[in-house]
């Protein structure tokens, strides 16, 4: 099947590091996305991580990525306020059309 | 560039009436998809086009159609509402639709609400 896991809720503290995981299905997926969803508002692409890497880092966000385990896991390094979101991953499986799956998604609260 | 833009940005509808959700791009991208969004539920695809006059479907694409006049319009319809299409619905449009990577960044409307009653 083509399910994306996720778990759906994290609280932390203002200051805190957050650490969301994605467990994907397709080990030749070649991108794997990290989106975020603000209240009432469309999905906005994060950051990506190319297959052929463990890690990736921009800013206050990592990236990791165990192809051996299809795990994927995005780190918030001292979360804020404003990073109260829900956070997608996504793959692009190797179906043959560039299609997007998402995952459930994890609704980040970030309290002060 | 206004991105991708959706209207209505909320609805209701009494089942069996039709309407159509409208999404425009100013960015000339080729590629156009339709979302839904169920609550606690990941995207699902209902429809997508790889340009103008080509569409295909997606993973849901029962009781909805679609059409592509243009690189930039890209409406979606449902014929006879059900219940069942209560949701968010969300247009995103993407450069290509090649293996992925920075140029297939799809770059999503604001949705459109829609409930079914």
């Known amino acids: 099947g083509e399910d994306v896991e996720q778990s759906l809720f994290l609280s932390v503290r203002e200051g805190d590091s957050s650490v969301i995981n994605c467990t994907y299905t397709?080990?030749?997926?070649?991108?794997l996305y990290w989106y975020k969803q603000e209240p009432g508002a469309g999905l906005q692409l994060l950051t990506y991580?190319?297959?052929?890497?463990d890690m990736k880092q921009d800013q206050r966000l990592t990236v990791l990525l165990n192809k051996k385990d299809k795990h994927l896991s995005l780190r918030i390094a001292d979360t804020q306020t404003g990073d109260s979101a829900i956070y997608f991953c996504?793959?692009?499986?190797?179906?043959?059309?560039?299609?997007?799956?998402f995952g459930t998604g994890t609704r980040l609260l970030v309290s002060p | 560039n206004a991105g991708v833009t959706q209207t209505p940005k909320f609805r209701i509808l009494k089942i069996g009436q039709s309407m159509t959700l409208q999404c425009t791009q100013d960015?000339?991208?080729?590629?156009m998809y339709w979302y839904r969004q169920d609550p606690g539920m990941g995207l699902k695809l209902i429809y997508y086009?790889?340009?103008?006059?080509?569409?295909d479907k997606g993973e849901v694409p029962n009781g909805y159609n679609v059409s592509r006049s243009t690189t930039e319009d890209f409406p979606l319809r449902l014929e006879l509402a059900a219940p069942s299409q209560t949701s968010v619905y969300f247009c995103?449009?993407?450069?290509?639709?090649?293996?992925?990577?920075?140029?297939?960044?799809?770059?999503f409307g604001p949705g459109t609400r829609l409930t079914v009653l």
């Open positions: 995103a449009s993407s450069y290509s639709g090649g293996s992925g990577g920075p140029l297939n960044e799809q770059f």
């Open positions: 397709d080990s030749s997926s070649t991108y």
């Open positions: 991580i190319f297959s052929n890497m």
């Open positions: 996504a793959e692009i499986p190797n179906t043959g059309f560039q299609k997007l799956v």
């Open positions: 960015m000339n991208h080729n590629y």
């Open positions: 086009s790889v340009g103008a006059g080509i569409t």
